[in-house]
């Protein structure tokens, strides 16, 4: 479990987001609990079963042996498909046994954070193996190689739309000397959402270049504000810095404009002075500059008659202005 103190608030306010997968893994659990059953059933049981549903109706009345015989046969393949079945029986509880812990990830110093990430991301698509694999038995359809393969081990690459979809939130808790999170945006697809518990240093604006018309992307202080992000029916990614660093909001259901979506609520009053996490800078200036330039809304091209444009009147465009001239001033650290 992450050590931040923060991570059992942000657990409970996200459980519902948890709750939905684990939700669709017991359900898958407990199909292919029956479907074992049903494959490891000898045919004197699957007659009795047959004999106890129809009641007494079929008696005096039906050949119950020969109706079992014909209706109750065993499933295609009964034997290899009830020890694929019990495989993916025992993938799925394996995955609902490790309960909250199986939605949260500890990038230990040092470690990458991408790799952390895919490593998880691959380990919950088990899940989504394992119901492929009923799925084929139950079609009376050899488990092709590659889906018992992956009971091992799912890449999110090998998702499918629905898998996307239907994926649970990621609370990872990582250091700002290991936050580069641009490698992340291959994940955010489907309904996933990650969230970063950021401790230590960090670049002023980690999350920048993740922002995407249809991607959740926050910088928060406190639990409280990621309530939009929870409710928000798409991919997201959110994280809980430090005081220091910058807080925005970017929200695909505000509009169709990155200044309607984007909001920056607080940039750090001095620029950045030394390189964080391999990032020089003049990169963490580039970032500011980018952010506070999408934020600000377009300006007219308006000048007077023969003469030079006016100055950006919009606080967030001088911000831009001036962090992109602090860029040319400093050198790269």
């Known amino acids: 479990m992450p050590s931040d103190d923060r991570s059992r608030p942000v657990l409970e306010a996200l459980a519902g987001l948890a709750q939905a997968f684990r939700s669709t893994l017991t359900a898958t659990a407990e199909d292919l609990a029956r479907l074992v059953e049903a494959h490891a059933a000898t045919g004197k049981e699957r007659r009795g079963r047959f004999a106890d549903e129809l009641g007494p109706f079929a008696r005096g009345r039906l050949n119950v042996d020969r109706f079992g015989t014909t209706f109750g046969a065993a499933p295609a393949g009964n034997g290899a498909g009830t020890a694929v079945l019990r495989r993916a029986q025992a993938t799925l509880a394996e995955l609902l046994a490790r309960d909250d812990a199986l939605y949260t990830v500890v990038v230990q110093p040092g470690d990458q954070l991408y790799g952390a990430v895919a490593e998880r991301l691959a380990e919950i698509g088990r899940a989504f193996a394992a119901a492929r694999v009923a799925r084929e038995v139950r079609a009376g359809l050899r488990p092709a190689e590659r889906h018992l393969g992956a009971l091992a081990g799912l890449p999110f690459a090998e998702w499918t739309r629905a898998e996307r979809r239907a994926a649970p939130v990621l609370l990872i808790d990582v250091h700002g000397a290991d936050l580069k999170p641009a490698g992340l945006a ?9 969230v970063l518990l950021v401790t230590g240093d960090a670049p002023p604006a980690p999350l920048a270049r993740l922002v995407a018309p249809s991607t959740y992307v926050q910088q928060a202080e406190q639990m409280s504000d990621l309530a939009g992000f929870a409710a928000w029916n798409g991919p997201g990614i959110a994280a809980l810095v430090p005081p220091a660093l910058v807080r925005f909001t970017h929200d695909p259901a505000l509009g169709p404009t990155p200044a309607e979506r984007l909001r920056v609520t607080y ?3 001095e620029p950045p002075r030394r390189a964080v996490a391999g990032m020089s800078v003049a990169q963490q200036i580039d970032e500011l500059a980018m ?12 000048a007077s008659a023969g003469g030079a444009p006016q100055a950006p009147a919009d606080p967030a465009a001088q911000l831009a202005a001036w962090l992109l001239n602090q860029a040319r001033l400093s050198s790269p650290a």
């Open 291 to 302: 952010l506070t330039s999408l934020a600000a809304p377009p300006q007219a091209a308006a």
């Open 267 to 269: 940039t750090p009053a």
């Open 186 to 194: 291959e994940f955010l697809d489907g309904r996933l959402k990650l």
